[in-house]
Every structure is written in structure tokens, then in C-alpha cells.
């Protein structure tokens, strides 16, 4: 049967659900203000994104990694105002077992059933709070296994996994290691970091069904739109980038409107090969750009009806 495409669920789906009904999947990735600064402006742009009818939208943290008060309310305005199902993420390194259980139940309580469990930057300097007790994302997602919604029902939890190796594992099979751990305390599915040649991906699946991993993984892809943008990436993430890319970024960097319109293309022919090869989920990080990946989207049109 041919695979199916879908950019549009009703409101208040566990992702895993969405996952499983074999079909394309395209979703966004938003971040959050600053405490107490430029909500309403956020909240323009989840209903822009919204408008693009992605799968889901995931919050990310706010500034500083830790999840604020606006990552919960821009995930209350995808799914409960504009019927988008939402990923809020949550980070655990920095916070106490008593905040994260009540931002457990604040989610809970805006019908917020999936999260992103992640350990999230340690502080500067490496001093945690005094009542910092999880050390790894997968202490979290034990956490949050443990946390039952109204009703008496689960949240559906989301982990971070790394095609080229995560920057503080020893190894890729440590990595893998880590990833089996995740799944053994709760973890339902996967999203990838960016990457920006599909074949260090396609290797990574790879090595994840060598080790019997079937978690279903959503494919991160970030379009570059300007060149500072992928200096900063790689100095955060070490991403390897292909000649072809550095060819891209050579050529059109100085030129804002050929790089922006280079770097869609990219992302969308990243997005037809991995969908020709059955890599059916792609995440998009918009960088809170809805006209970006409103372009990716149209790109695909014919691909995605």
C-alpha cells in the first residue's frame, strides 16, 4: 500500500498514535520567548505555523534551558486554540523533582499528553540547584512515566537521539546504549538532531536496527537560510556538513536572498530523499519562521497530497 501523507490530526493525539498509522508526517518546531517578553508575538507565529496544518508542533524550552511558563502556554495555544497537537519539551538537569512534577501537572491539566523529555545544558560553570536530582533525559522520562494524567492515563514521551553521535558519548554504540535505556524507562519515540547529509542518518537507522531498536525516529532537518546561521549550528553540534553544502554556503552566504532561497531548496530535496527511502516523519526546525517552512511545504505539494 502506498504511503499515505499527513499534515493534519485533530487536536489532543499521543504522537506515538500519530506515528503509527504509517503515513507522512511533517511537524515544527517552535521556541519560546524570553520570560515575560513577546508572548502575544509568539503566539502569532504558532498560528501561522498552525495555519501550514503540520502533524504537531513542538515547544521548545525557554532561554537558558530551562522549560518556562510561555513553553506551556504556547503549547496550550497549537493544540487548544488552534487544534494543532503539541510537543511541549522539558528539561530536567537544572530543576528539582518538585518543579518538574508541577510543570508535570500543569501540562496535564491543559490536556497536554506528550512531551519531550531531554537532560538540557548544564549551567555555566556546572553548579546545579541543591535539589537537582535527574542527571540524564532518561531519568525524566522514569519521572514522567510515574506522573499519570487525568483519568488515569500516560503521557506519550518523545527523546532526543543523535545520527553523528552525541557530543559527550564515548562512542556511537555508547550512544545506542543510552538510547536502549531511554526506551526501557518510557521513552515512545525519537526525534533526531539536525543533519545535513541523509546518508549519516540512513547509517544511524542502520546501527539502530543492528542493536533490535524499532522506536519510531522523526528526522530533524533544519533549513539554512543565512551563513552565520550554520557557523554557529556547527560550533554547538560539531555537524558534519557535505562538499556540496560548503559549496552552497561558499556561492550564495554574501547574498541573503540566494542563500535563503538555497537553503530551502536544500531542506527540500533532504526531505524528498528521505521520504523516497522511507523515512516517513520529518520535523522541521523552523527557527519561528512559518514562511520558511510554509515554502518547504509548498515545495512539496505534489509529493505530499
Request: proline share 4%; aromatic share 6%.
Amino acid at each position: 500500500m502506498e504511503n499515505q501523507v499527513l499534515l493534519l490530526y485533530s487536536t489532543n493525539m499521543k504522537i506515538i498514535d500519530i506515528l503509527n498509522k504509517r503515513k507522512v508526517t511533517i511537524s515544527c518546531e517552535l521556541f519560546p520567548p524570553k520570560y515575560g517578553s513577546g508572548l502575544a508575538s509568539a503566539k502569532a507565529v504558532v498560528r501561522e505555523t498552525a495555519a501550514l496544518k503540520p502533524a504537531f508542533i513542538s515547544i521548545t524550552c525557554g532561554a537558558g534551558g530551562g522549560t518556562s511558563v510561555n513553553t506551556a502556554s504556547l503549547a496550550d495555544e497549537s493544540q487548544n486554540n488552534c487544534g494543532i497537537t503539541a510537543l511541549a519539551h522539558l528539561t530536567c538537569v537544572a530543576s528539582g523533582r518538585e518543579s518538574i512534577r508541577g510543570m508535570l501537572t500543569q501540562l496535564a491539566d491543559l490536556k497536554i499528553e506528550n512531551i519531550l523529555a531531554l537532560r538540557g545544558d548544564i549551567p555555566e560553570g556546572g553548579e546545579l540547584p541543591k535539589d537537582a536530582c535527574f542527571s540524564h533525559a532518561s531519568d525524566l522520562m522514569r519521572e514522567i512515566r510515574e506522573h499519570s494524567l487525568p483519568g488515569g492515563g500516560n503521557f506519550c514521551v518523545g527523546g532526543a537521539c543523535y545520527p553523528e553521535g552525541h557530543p559527550e558519548a564515548e562512542s556511537i554504540q555508547k550512544d545506542i546504549d543510552s538510547l536502549k535505556i531511554k526506551i526501557e524507562n518510557g521513552c515512545d519515540f525519537f526525534t533526531t538532531q539536525m543533519f545535513f547529509d541523509n546518508n549519516i542518518l540512513y547509517n544511524f537507522l542502520y546501527h539502530l536496527l543492528k542493536n533490535k531498536i524499532d522506536t519510531p525516529v522523526i528526522a530533524g532537518i533544519m533549513p539554512v537560510i543565512n551563513g552565520k546561521q550554520i557557523a554557529r549550528i556547527c560550533k554547538i553540534s560539531g555537524n558534519v556538513l557535505p562538499s556540496r553544502f560548503k559549496a552552497i554556503i561558499d556561492k550564495f552566504s554574501s547574498d541573503p536572498e540566494s542563500m535563503c532561497q538555497a537553503g530551502i531548496a536544500y531542506a527540500t530535496e533532504q526531505i524528498i530523499d528521505l521520504i523516497a527511502n522511507d523515512v516517513n516523519h520529518i520535523h522541521i526546525y523552523t527557527m519561528n519562521k512559518p514562511d520558511i517552512a510554509g515554502k518547504i511545504i509548498s515545495n512539496l505539494s505534489s509529493i505530499l497530497k
